[in-house]
């Protein structure tokens, strides 16, 4: 469902992303991982249209997405999250939630103005589906919080929920389980590989915790300054000597 | 440290008299066809120096005097106490806000004409603020060119009453939506633009209009402006002491009752303060709509908002139209109150003070708008003696504000939507 083709990226001097291609296809949970500086980041700023790529092609669903606004592709049904969390900090928990499904919700001013009963209607329904995602993620209790106010592992649980509101094709994962306890990583492992079997959500995850990503990807892409560095299953990356150096190297 | 003070107290001191020799110290006199340039009196001179020596002493002991207003909140015995729950907050204000709307009905039939019209005046202001506030307050945009929709309102009527005989209720809507659409279609170029820029920008567009409409003048009568704009009516029921319209009645007539042109000032009073509580509820009810959630996501973390796929344009346009349209809505209401508009009327300082009564009031809150408008159009009134420091006055109560309260004198606390408990 996704493509990308040889995508490279260059600020000023740097060749931040240089050549990268992947591929993500339904029903598949693909790791992006290399060490820090890699470019991996900078991959998913090009996926969700907040950098236009200097080269190559992103096709989702079989069109060409680069360079395309940011918010017209999140409405394509491709969703991310973000290394350092980014959540509505003075909005409640269950107002974050609503804010991500506003499409889904009535924009005529007047009927909302008016408080029409298909207006309520779409409220309940965007209230509704707030509270599941929120009971999925157990953080129902929260709702009323500020959230701002949450623990650390809840932000980062609250950003997939956002996510999921909006109904995602694929959702892009800016290493998730960073900051999280063991413990947390654990549920985070089952919450995502529940995405793709019980919502039939395609993931692109990019994680350094090696245990989670050998765990759940189908597929493992490394990049290394850049560069794509080697692609394949966990089983493969796990043998494949240039990644082993690679990694050596940098420890 | 010490030094540092020093310099940077005697380099303040300096720019004063910079400043204020060449304006004060010289006076233009002029003797014939010629103007000569005297030098002021020595008593002028003297204040100049010693406005100097105030400068230098506040900037030497800044810190301490700093200091010594922070902790004048202490001294507020609201200050510090603990903020309500929202349920109870929510009754309090409405209840609040409920017995202040009821008490504007009934208080115009016991005050003077005077106060009636100045009670008008700030609810021309109330509105103007609410609107700003969405912009201002609700979608973080600096807005400085907020008077140009109130002119466009107000001009709206006035043209169509003029050419067209428009009366005031049908203008009231076609000038609102008129400066909903120039906020449309201003906005849209400018929105891109951030924080400085777009003040900056905003602050030109309303210099713009008010030369269009001054250079216009076989439209709009440039600086003379535009007269007998009518008043509005009752039902067809005119308050005049004769009917000017063909087919209406007059009020007094009909009523039987002995013709007093107060009737007339307090029906306008009566209209603006329904046409401010309308759009205080109309905002209050978009702040709980997607749109207003809107507004605010984008304004706590624009990337967030957008890779959920808000538009920014989109979202920032709307609250400017917004905005726009009720100051056309208060632009109406000025030309009928006045009578008479004109270019003068619409100059920066409008925006300003609308501008001041939004951050007065803390931005957002409804309330706190309500009670800063009510201070910025009274007070100057109230200390009349004073005219000629107005500004001074105005200037000084803002620095002062911004260091003692620098969130408002409400500050916003936000209206949650609650996800109730389910079983
Ligand atoms: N906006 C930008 N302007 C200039 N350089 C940038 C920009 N964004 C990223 N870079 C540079 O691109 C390189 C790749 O950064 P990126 O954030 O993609 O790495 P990463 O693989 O996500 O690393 P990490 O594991 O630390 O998150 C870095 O050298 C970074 O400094
Ligand atoms: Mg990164």
Same mark, same amino acid.
């Given at each position: 469902?996704?493509?990308?083709?040889?995508?490279?990226?260059?600020?000023?001097?740097?060749?931040?992303?240089?050549?990268?291609?992947?591929?993500?296809?339904?029903?598949?949970?693909?790791?992006?991982?290399? /060490?820090?500086?890699?470019?991996?980041?900078?991959?998913?700023?090009?996926?969700?249209?907040?950098?236009? /790529?200097?080269?190559?092609?992103?096709?989702?669903?079989?069109?060409?997405?680069?360079?395309? /606004?940011?918010?017209?592709?999140?409405?394509?049904?491709?969703?991310?999250?973000?290394?350092?969390?980014?959540?509505?900090?003075?909005?409640?928990?269950?107002?974050?939630?609503?804010?991500?499904?506003?499409?889904?919700?009535?924009?005529?001013?007047?009927?909302?103005?008016?408080?029409? /009963?298909?207006?309520?209607?779409?409220?309940?329904?965007?209230?509704?589906?707030?509270?599941?995602?929120?009971?999925?993620?157990?953080?129902?209790?929260?709702?009323?919080?500020?959230?701002?106010?949450?623990?650390?592992?809840?932000?980062?649980?609250?950003?997939?929920?956002?996510?999921?509101?909006?109904?995602?094709?694929?959702?892009?994962?800016?290493?998730?389980?960073?900051?999280?306890?063991?413990?947390?990583?654990?549920?985070?492992?089952?919450?995502?590989?529940?995405?793709?079997?019980?919502?039939?959500?395609?993931?692109?995850?990019?994680?350094?915790?090696?245990?989670?990503?050998?765990?759940?990807?189908?597929?493992?892409?490394?990049?290394?300054?850049?560069?794509?560095?080697?692609?394949?299953?966990?089983?493969?990356?796990?043998?494949?000597?240039?990644?082993?150096?690679?990694?050596?190297?940098?420890? | 440290?010490?030094?540092?003070?020093?310099?940077?107290?005697?380099?303040?001191?300096?720019?004063?008299?910079?400043?204020?020799?060449?304006?004060?110290?010289?006076?233009?006199?002029?003797?014939?066809?010629?103007?000569?340039?005297?030098?002021?009196?020595?008593?002028?001179?003297?204040?100049?120096?010693?406005?100097?020596?105030?400068?230098?002493?506040?900037?030497?002991?800044?810190?301490?005097?700093?200091?010594?207003?922070?902790?004048?909140?202490? *001294?507020?015995?609201?200050?510090?106490?603990?903020?309500?729950?929202?349920?109870?907050?929510?009754?309090?204000?409405?209840?609040?806000?409920?017995?202040?709307?009821?008490?504007?009905?009934?208080?115009?039939?016991?005050?003077?004409?005077?106060?009636?019209?100045? @009670?008008?005046?700030?609810?021309?202001?109330?509105?103007?603020? &609410?609107? *700003?506030?969405?912009?201002?307050?609700?979608?973080?945009?600096?807005?400085?060119?907020?008077? @140009?929709?109130?002119?466009?309102?107000?001009?709206?009527?006035?043209?169509?009453?003029?050419?067209?005989?428009?009366?005031?209720?049908?203008?009231?809507?076609?000038?609102?939506?008129?400066?909903?659409?120039?906020?449309?279609?201003?906005?849209?170029?400018?929105?891109? $633009?951030?924080?400085?820029?777009?003040?900056?920008?905003?602050?030109?567009?309303?210099?713009?209009?008010?030369?269009?409409?001054?250079?216009?003048?076989?439209?709009?009568?440039?600086?003379?402006?535009?007269?007998?704009?009518?008043?509005?009516?009752?039902?067809?029921?005119?308050?005049?002491?004769?009917?000017?319209?063909?087919?209406?009645?007059?009020?007094?007539?009909?009523?039987?009752?002995?013709?007093?042109?107060?009737?007339?000032?307090?029906?306008?009073? &009566?209209?603006?303060?329904?046409?401010?509580?309308?759009?205080?509820?109309?905002?209050?009810? *978009?702040?709980?709509?997607?749109?207003?959630? @809107?507004?605010?996501?984008?304004?706590?973390?624009?990337?967030?908002?957008?890779?959920?796929?808000?538009?920014?344009?989109?979202?920032?346009?709307?609250?400017?139209?917004?905005?726009?349209?009720?100051?056309?809505?208060?632009?109406?209401?000025?030309?009928?109150?006045?009578?008479?508009?004109?270019?003068?009327?619409?100059?920066? $300082?409008?925006?300003?003070?609308?501008?001041?009564?939004?951050?007065?009031?803390?931005?957002?809150?409804? $309330?706190?708008?309500?009670?800063?408008?009510?201070?910025?159009?009274?007070?100057?009134?109230? @200390?009349?003696?004073?005219?000629?420091?107005?500004?001074?006055?105005?200037?000084?109560?803002?620095?002062?504000?911004?260091?003692?309260?620098?969130?408002?004198?409400?500050?916003?606390?936000?209206?949650?939507?609650?996800?109730?408990?389910?079983?």
């Amino acid at each position: 469902m996704l493509e990308v083709q040889n995508l490279s990226m260059r600020f000023g001097g740097l060749l931040a992303v240089d050549q990268v291609s992947l591929d993500v296809q339904e029903h598949e949970i693909v790791s992006i991982i290399g /060490p820090n500086g890699a470019g991996k980041t900078t991959v998913f700023n090009c996926m969700s249209g907040f950098y236009k /790529p200097t080269s190559g092609k992103i096709l989702f669903e079989g069109h060409e997405v680069q360079g395309k /606004p940011d918010f017209r592709i999140s409405r394509l049904g491709m969703v991310r999250t973000f290394q350092h969390v980014r959540l509505f900090n003075r909005m409640t928990v269950v107002e974050n939630l609503l804010v991500a499904q506003h499409r889904h919700l009535n924009t005529n001013l007047i009927s909302g103005l008016l408080k029409t /009963p298909s207006y309520r209607e779409r409220e309940q329904k965007s209230l509704d589906r707030a509270s599941y995602w929120l009971d999925r993620v157990g953080l129902l209790d929260l709702a009323n919080r500020d959230a701002g106010n949450l623990a650390y592992g809840q932000q980062r649980r609250l950003e997939i929920a956002r996510c999921m509101v909006t109904e995602p094709k694929l959702l892009m994962l800016d290493e998730p389980a960073a900051g999280l306890n063991p413990a947390e990583t654990r549920d985070l492992n089952q919450l995502i590989v529940s995405l793709k079997e019980d919502y039939n959500v395609s993931v692109v995850l990019i994680e350094h915790d090696m245990s989670l990503v050998m765990d759940i990807s189908d597929r493992i892409n490394v990049i290394n300054q850049g560069r794509p560095l080697a692609s394949g299953t966990p089983d493969e990356i796990r043998n494949n000597d240039d990644v082993i150096k690679a990694y050596l190297g940098e420890a | 440290m010490a030094a540092h003070n020093l310099k940077h107290a005697l380099f303040c001191a300096i720019v004063t008299l910079i400043v204020a020799y060449p304006i004060l110290g010289f006076n233009l006199v002029s003797s014939g066809t010629d103007i000569i340039l005297e030098g002021a009196t020595t008593q002028t001179v003297i204040s100049v120096l010693l406005a100097a020596v105030v400068v230098f002493l506040f900037q030497l002991f800044r810190d301490n005097i700093m200091a010594l207003l922070g902790k004048a909140p202490a *001294l507020n015995p609201l200050a510090n106490r603990q903020p309500m729950e929202q349920s109870k907050r929510l009754k309090l204000e409405s209840t609040i806000l409920t017995l202040i709307i009821i008490g504007a009905l009934f208080w115009p039939f016991f005050v003077s004409r005077g106060s009636v019209d100045l @009670a008008t005046l700030v609810l021309i202001y109330i509105m103007l603020a &609410l609107g *700003l506030n969405v912009v201002v307050g609700l979608a973080g945009l600096l807005d400085l060119g907020y008077v @140009a929709f109130y002119a466009v309102g107000a001009y709206t009527f006035a043209l169509l009453s003029q050419y067209y005989g428009v009366s005031f209720w049908f203008a009231l809507p076609i000038g609102a939506l008129l400066a909903a659409l120039f906020g449309l279609v201003l906005g849209f170029p400018v929105l891109r $633009l951030r924080g400085d820029y777009l003040a900056i920008v905003t602050l030109g567009f309303g210099e713009i209009i008010r030369i269009l409409l001054n250079n216009m003048t076989s439209l709009t009568g440039g600086p003379n402006g535009i007269g007998g704009i009518p008043d509005p009516t009752l039902f067809g029921m005119e308050f005049g002491r004769r009917v000017k319209e063909e087919g209406n009645t007059s009020f007094h007539e009909t009523f039987g009752i002995a013709y007093s042109s107060e009737h007339k000032i307090i029906f306008l009073y &009566l209209i603006a303060l329904v046409l401010a509580v309308f759009t205080a509820l109309v905002i209050r009810r *978009l702040m709980r709509m997607p749109v207003g959630r @809107a507004w605010e996501a984008l304004r706590e973390d624009e990337i967030a908002a957008r890779s959920l796929g808000l538009s920014r344009t989109s979202v920032k346009l709307s609250a400017f139209t917004i905005g726009a349209f009720f100051a056309g809505f208060a632009g109406t209401v000025f030309a009928s109150k006045q009578g008479f508009i004109s270019p003068e009327s619409f100059v920066f $300082l409008e925006s300003a003070i609308v501008l001041a009564i939004v951050v007065l009031g803390g931005m957002g809150s409804q $309330l706190g708008v309500i009670l800063a408008a009510i201070a910025v159009t009274i007070l100057p009134e109230l @200390a009349r003696e004073f005219s000629e420091y107005r500004m001074l006055i105005f200037g000084a109560a803002m620095v002062l504000m911004m260091v003692w309260r620098p969130q408002g004198l409400m500050p916003m606390r936000r209206i949650h939507i609650e996800l109730e408990k389910q079983e």
